[in-house]
């Protein structure tokens, strides 16, 4: 199908490419304040089957005069890279944290650019009256990633990947956290679609906020394409336990 010219071929969003020659692309999206370096650990075990298109998101990365961030515009141009880009024009999808957050709106704005999706870290927060510091909060915590060693921080966070956070500005922070709180849900989409609510235990525990994941679910669970599948498991208890997927 002929791309439209809606003037987006004038926007330069970066992204790095693997392996064209593989059999189906696979498009990876990043989450908030970092850049698609963040796939290094990921990018060699899927390079040798897959085509794989690794974006810098608007407002990230070498994407950083891309401007402004919000979810939507996001899509907008991750649909394009894909018509223009992947296999036959459709791409596996792949996001993590704001990221899962872009991917969700892609395939519910633009399914017919999407085989199926795996996303990871979803969330929506509920407003309240701390909204307003979420800003404050993703810039003071990307900070101190930089200024304290990363072997400290690593220990600290039981040898969790820290990923690789360029440069970010609070105007970024403010464009990011509106992708991430509740003001509206996702519409169904028909798009196979597998969503993960992960945990882990250490000295700084952390677990994704799996009634969103559910949530999320649900929705999906509406779309009445006769090819729409969902799987379900687990509950929310397992996430006490390290590593432990609730698969939803």
């Known amino acids: 199908m002929p791309?439209?010219?809606?003037?987006?071929?004038?926007?330069?969003?970066?992204?790095t490419e693997h392996n064209p020659s593989?059999?189906?692309?696979?498009?990876?999206?990043?989450?908030?304040?970092?850049?698609?370096?963040?796939?290094?650990?990921?990018?060699?075990?899927?390079?040798?089957?897959?085509?794989?298109l690794v974006p810098d998101l608007p407002g990230h990365g070498q994407s950083r005069n891309v401007k402004p961030f919000s979810a939507e515009y996001a899509a907008r141009l991750?649909?394009?890279?894909?018509?223009?880009?992947?296999?036959?024009?459709?791409?596996?999808?792949?996001?993590?944290?704001?990221?899962?957050?872009?991917?969700?709106?892609?395939i519910t704005s633009y399914p017919q650019?999407?085989?199926d999706a795996f996303v990871s870290g979803f969330a929506k927060y509920p407003p309240s009256r701390y909204t307003a510091c979420f800003p404050y909060g993703f810039w003071v915590e990307?900070?101190?990633?930089?200024?304290?060693?990363?072997?400290?921080?690593?220990?600290?966070?039981?040898g969790t990947d820290l990923g690789h956070s360029g440069p970010c500005s609070m105007q970024l922070?403010?464009?990011?956290?509106?992708?991430?709180?509740?003001?509206?849900?996702?519409?169904?989409?028909?798009?196979?679609?597998?969503?993960?609510?992960?945990?882990k235990s250490g000295i700084l525990?952390?677990?994704d906020r799996a009634q969103d994941a559910r949530k999320l679910m649900d929705i999906g669970e509406r779309e009445e394409w006769t090819d729409s599948r969902r799987y379900a498991s687990a509950d929310?208890?397992?996430?006490?336990?390290?590593?432990?997927?609730?698969i939803c």
Do not use: F
């Open 22 to 52: 593989g059999h189906a692309t696979v498009l990876l999206i990043h989450g908030a304040l970092t850049s698609g370096q963040n796939w290094d650990l990921v990018v060699p075990h899927l390079a040798g089957s897959y085509h794989l």
């Open 3 to 15: 791309v439209r010219d809606d003037g987006l071929d004038q926007v330069l969003l970066h992204y």
């Open 173 to 199: 922070c403010r464009q990011v956290v509106p992708a991430m709180v509740e003001s509206t849900w996702p519409s169904p989409w028909p798009a196979r679609t597998l969503i993960v609510a992960a945990g």
């Open 78 to 106: 991750l649909e394009r890279l894909i018509r223009k880009h992947a296999h036959n024009g459709k791409a596996h999808v792949v996001g993590h944290s704001l990221g899962a957050n872009v991917a969700i709106e892609l």
């Open 205 to 207: 525990p952390t677990s």
């Open 142 to 158: 990307n900070r101190l990633t930089k200024l304290i060693p990363r072997p400290v921080v690593g220990w600290v966070m039981d």
């Open 113 to 115: 650019v999407v085989s």
């Open 236 to 246: 929310e208890a397992s996430l006490e336990s390290p590593s432990t997927l609730v």
